[in-house]
């Protein structure tokens, strides 16, 4: 069974950090665009971050520019949100998705075909 386990959500105050993993298990997904997203209550789940199978190339979206970094680990087969200068517009739950392709790094939920089960991110003012 193929699962994506995200872990490192919590409850925060402005300014501070955290770093989100997303490890997976029942197949490799070395070879996969790895992204997250997020969702935040009563809103649309939303784009945050992606990366290409080898980590050559990554985007984000606008709000968490020079804030949000991912990386991945291959040998681990683990995907990271590194969150820094953390705002209280980041609450959400963020999940941990891949694609079935190598790239490239799509915006929209439905590119995507496997999805972890959410951490929550709570940032207080």
């Known amino acids: 069974q193929v699962q994506l386990v995200e872990s490192g959500g919590g409850l925060v105050q402005a300014g501070d950090s955290l770093r989100l993993s997303c490890t997976a298990s029942?197949?490799?997904?070395?070879?996969?665009?790895m992204a997250w997203f997020r969702q935040a209550a009563g809103k649309e789940r939303e784009f945050v971050a992606g990366?290409?199978?080898?980590?050559?190339?990554?985007i984000y979206t606008d709000s968490v520019k020079g804030r949000f970094t991912i990386s991945r680990d291959n040998a681990k087969n683990t995907v990271y949100l590194q969150m820094n200068g953390l705002k209280p517009e980041d609450t959400a739950v963020y999940y941990c998705?891949?694609?079935?392709?190598?790239?490239?790094?799509?915006?929209?939920?439905?590119?995507?075909?496997?999805w972890g089960q959410g951490t929550q991110v709570t940032v207080s003012s």
């Open positions: 029942g197949r490799t997904f070395s070879r996969n665009v």
């Open positions: 998705a891949a694609r079935t392709f190598m790239e490239p790094i799509q915006t929209t939920r439905t590119a995507y075909a496997f």
């Open positions: 990366v290409t199978w080898n980590a050559g190339y990554t």
